[in-house]
């Protein structure tokens, strides 16, 4: 018997606390589990974690320094060496988590669960302290799949190497924020926390959850998700700028420890929607809570980080997957393959026109060109009291009901390993983040960002992603990439021009103009976001 590590080397150093350790035990059908503790730390803990066709997925808590992680099943035990380098020592940027109380502390900070579940605020904490150090870990994790280095965000760390998480009463009540849509309290919210001293200025960005999150009970059953978005209050999923808002409706599936994760993830008791909210993407059960509603908050934390809906993938419906990372299951050899999933084809560049810039506005104008330009001020830090940004930014994640047969069918495939695991990023999401300056430790933090001269893109760093998207849904619709970084990039209405046809008819394009959302990205992670409005000239397949 033996156990091969299949994600990591011997010694290999991660930056961030939670290592996830996925593997092969050799030579045996018969283990049903392995059980993982790091000899190194002063109260490590043994955590079984299941085996499903010889495969394990464990997670396990490091200590700064060198680690030994000793594995175990049956009478075997193999040690494996890791090393912790906490982005602390790395990167001044971070992300602080916040549990949000009302003013009137509604039900004394209690977020809503079950009478056999610790709902306080300090279990609160703890849960939300978890799933932040499971989603760094899944931003490693995934990012590498994709075939870069892993990179991760940095979490607020106390003198222990522990996450912190605050408490932060808002001028709210819990009567106010129920009666508020979610895009009002991610407003306000959002104003308050920038402005509050909780952060550390412009190297903060905020993941916050609402206590006052509340399913309404009644007799009758929810079953649909717009039956059980109208019995709750409180419940918000939105990201945009510096914060991430989320609703605490299904915290209490949520592990409050590491040795609860096993149990939590494969947690197959129904949940009642009867009395609490279901946020299961219609699987019912608790485990399938956890991973949609842990799996909205990777979502989120994706738009804070400047990526945009997908039709595929983790910014797409495939966050709901998260359970299928964190634990093995029969989809084990689809995890890899998704991957290789593409969204958009590449388009050549073709040869620029010629263009004035009007500085005044940053609106780029030639009487002959049908295309501009206007440059958003959105990937600047906004001040709390500015609203035009925030609106800009504003990013809302909304569960869409599926026709039940189609789930059943879905569901079914996905059981017998047929369906690809959803939980990646497409390429375009995964090149923003491997250069994204709030991933990658020393990069200048105020380098130049791209530059828009009327003829060009230009970076002195080299343009790695030109992405262009939907304006009114922030969806991907095509990019072009840079393995090698190009310092120039030729920007002209021939480009534009694939993206604005009807592909339904005649390749005639609907309007006399389009707009189009522009995000250009460098190698030292300088982004340039803006607004093409795209004229069609008369004669050249537009509206007669």
């Known amino acids: 018997m033996a156990i091969r590590i299949t994600n990591l080397q011997p010694d290999q150093a991660v930056s961030y606390s939670l290592a996830l350790i996925c593997g092969e035990v050799l030579g045996t059908d018969n ?43 049956y009478k075997f035990s193999q040690d494996f060496p890791l090393q912790y380098v906490s982005l602390k020592y790395q990167l001044d940027k971070y992300v602080q988590l916040v549990y949000v109380v009302c003013k009137d502390n509604f039900e004394e900070g209690y977020f809503q669960g079950p009478a056999d579940e610790d709902c306080s605020i300090e279990s609160a904490r703890n849960r939300i302290s978890l799933g932040a150090q499971i989603l760094q870990t899944i931003f490693a994790e995934t990012i590498a799949s994709e075939g870069f280095l892993r990179k991760t965000f940095r979490l607020e760390e106390s003198d222990e190497s522990c996450p912190v998480c605050h408490v932060f009463k808002t001028s709210l009540t819990s009567k106010q924020l129920h009666k508020m849509s979610g895009e009002d309290a991610w407003r306000f919210l959002k104003a308050e926390l920038m402005s509050s001293g909780l952060g550390n200025g412009s190297c903060v960005k905020f993941l916050a959850f609402l206590s006052c999150t509340r399913y309404v009970s009644g007799d009758a059953e929810c079953n649909t998700y717009g039956e059980i978005l109208s019995r709750t209050k409180g419940h918000v999923m939105i990201g945009g700028g510096d914060v991430a808002l989320c609703g605490t409706g299904c915290l209490y599936t949520w592990a409050e420890s590491l040795c609860q994760l096993p149990r939590r993830m494969t947690d197959l008791r129904k949940v009642d929607r009867r009395s609490f909210m279901d946020d299961s993407n219609y699987r019912g059960t608790r485990w399938a809570c956890y991973s949609s509603s842990l799996g909205g908050v990777l979502h989120e934390l994706g738009h804070i980080f400047e990526l945009g809906h997908t039709e595929k993938g983790i910014m797409g419906q495939g966050f709901h997957d998260l359970q299928q990372l964190c634990i093995a299951s029969h989809n084990e050899s689809q995890l890899k393959a998704a991957r290789c999933d593409s969204e958009v084809v590449n388009l050549t560049i073709q040869a620029s026109l010629s263009w004035s810039l009007e500085p005044k506005n940053c609106c780029v104008t030639q009487s002959s060109n049908p295309l501009s330009m206007v440059q958003s001020s959105s990937a600047k830090r906004s001040s709390p009291n500015d609203d035009t940004a925030g609106r800009k930014a504003l990013r809302l994640t909304k569960l869409h009901p599926k026709d039940r047969s189609m789930y059943v069918t879905s569901l079914q495939e996905r059981n017998l390993g047929k369906t690809p695991c959803g939980l990646f990023w497409t390429k375009s999401c995964a090149i923003i983040l491997n250069y994204h300056k709030w991933l990658n430790p020393n990069l200048p933090s105020e380098a130049q960002s791209p530059q828009f001269d009327g003829q060009q893109l230009t970076s002195q760093y080299g343009i790695r992603l030109v992405e262009f998207r939907e304006p009114d849904s922030s969806t991907v619709i095509h990019f072009w990439d840079f393995p090698e970084g190009r310092t120039e990039v030729p920007l002209a209405y021939s480009d534009m021009k694939p993206l604005i046809l009807d592909e339904s008819s005649t390749g005639k394009t609907k309007e006399h103009s389009k707009k189009l959302d522009l995000l250009v990205i460098d190698t030292s992670g300088n982004i340039l976001r803006g607004q093409l409005a795209i004229q069609v000239p008369q004669g050249d397949g537009g509206v007669t």
């Open 31 to 73: 283990i049903v589990s392995v059980s993982v503790c790091n000899t190194s730390a002063e109260t490590s803990q043994s955590t079984a974690w299941p085996v499903v066709g010889r495969h394990f997925r464990a997670f396990v808590q490091l200590t700064p320094g060198r680690n030994v992680v000793r594995l175990s099943c």
